[in-house]
């Protein structure tokens, strides 16, 4: 019988015999629209996994943004293990990073941050005036986004597309958001100015934001 031990005993012995070096991460191109069913897949059961978080995508909405050279795969040999995209809103003044996912027994590896840093080269190469902008309930995220010149704002700064926000509708915890009037959820907003200058985040930044985000909250629910 497997136990949960010998579970992870087997990811960390996996993770010591592969390189992130045998890991191909690349914009995607549409011969990868095959693996939009496996993508589905990783995104929801990282959304059950975490019991909050990322918004259930169909096959066609996934594979549709890998054709439109929206996307990022993660290829070792012939398998996906990470994907990630890119949405324009509000006539290209936005743009939104989404769906970071890592397959489990490619974890610990630094991938999810090679995969972040890709996606966040696609979003100002495709759209290099545009505010680019995340949220996530994800600390691992928040501090990727840090090192990289996010900041943390309230979700009044972010796009108004009603679009982006409906997308938000296949998320467990979409019902909080509606009873705030789009003000707040469990997720934290933070924001890419390419017009303001980047600040070096340290250690203590994504703990700040979490702290401060969690304190905000708090303030607006009295």
Avoid at 31 to 55: F, K, M, N, W
Avoid at 111 to 131: D, H, N, S, V
Wanted: aromatic letters at 10%; a positive charge.
């Amino acid at each position: 019988m497997l136990t949960f031990a010998n579970y992870i005993f087997d990811i960390q012995v996996k993770a010591v015999r592969m390189n992130i070096d045998d890991i191909t991460i690349a914009f995607a191109e549409e011969q990868h629209a095959v693996h939009a069913p496996h993508i589905c897949d990783l995104i929801y059961e990282s959304a059950l996994q975490r019991g909050t978080g990322i918004a259930r995508r169909s096959n066609e909405y996934i594979s549709a943004k890998i054709k439109g050279g929206k996307a990022v795969v993660a290829l070792h040999g012939d398998k996906l293990v990470g994907f990630s995209y890119i949405e324009c809103w509000g006539h290209g003044d936005f743009v939104a990073t989404s769906g970071l996912i890592v397959d489990p027994e490619y974890r610990h590896l630094g991938l999810a941050a090679k995969i972040k840093e890709k996606t966040f080269e696609l979003a100002r190469m495709r759209f290099p005036f545009a505010k680019i902008f995340s949220i996530t309930t994800s600390l691992p995220v928040m501090k990727l986004n840090s090192r990289m010149g996010y900041k943390p704002v309230t979700f009044s700064e972010l796009t108004d597309d009603n679009e982006f926000w409906q997308g938000c509708q296949g998320c467990v915890n979409y019902d909080i958001l509606q009873r705030n009037n789009r003000r707040m959820c469990l997720c934290t907003g933070m924001l890419y100015d390419p017009e303001k200058p980047v600040e070096n985040a340290t250690r203590a930044t994504p703990y700040i934001i979490l702290l401060k985000n969690k304190i905000r909250k708090l303030l607006n629910l009295k």
